[in-house]
């Protein structure tokens, strides 16, 4: 079947996203928490994407499935703001 077994290359997982209110100092406070973590992730690999939805930002944080660090803390889930998804 045609584009069977083709290379799409890395593939990013969503490892951590924070939603508002309150998403950048969230962010902030989880990426100072996994610091000597995250650096041992190759640039290239790691994404960090954000944008602005009804109820404001949203951050979300990826890395490419073969760079994903075994001791990366997830996001406290008892602290993700609204939990309101990015409008699509």
Same mark, same amino acid.
């Given at each position: 079947?045609?584009? #069977? %077994?083709?290379?799409?290359? *890395?593939?990013?997982?969503?490892?951590?996203?924070? &939603?508002? *209110?309150?998403?950048? $100092? @969230?962010?902030?406070?989880? @990426?100072?928490?996994?610091?000597?973590?995250?650096?041992?992730?190759?640039?290239?690999? &790691?994404?960090? #994407? &954000?944008?602005?939805?009804?109820?404001? %930002?949203?951050? @979300?944080? @990826?890395?490419?499935?073969?760079? %994903? *660090?075994?001791?990366? $803390?997830?996001?406290? #889930?008892? =602290?993700?703001? =609204?939990?309101?998804?990015?409008?699509?």
């Amino acid at each position: 079947m045609p584009g #069977e %077994l083709v290379d799409i290359g *890395p593939r990013p997982k969503i490892v951590a996203s924070f &939603y508002a *209110p309150g998403a950048t $100092e @969230r962010f902030g406070a989880w @990426r100072a928490r996994n610091a000597e973590v995250l650096a041992r992730v190759p640039a290239e690999a &790691y994404r960090v #994407e &954000y944008g602005r939805a009804g109820a404001g %930002l949203f951050i @979300r944080v @990826r890395i490419d499935e073969e760079h %994903l *660090p075994p001791d990366l $803390e997830a996001p406290d #889930e008892l =602290d993700v703001g =609204d939990q309101s998804p990015p409008a699509a």
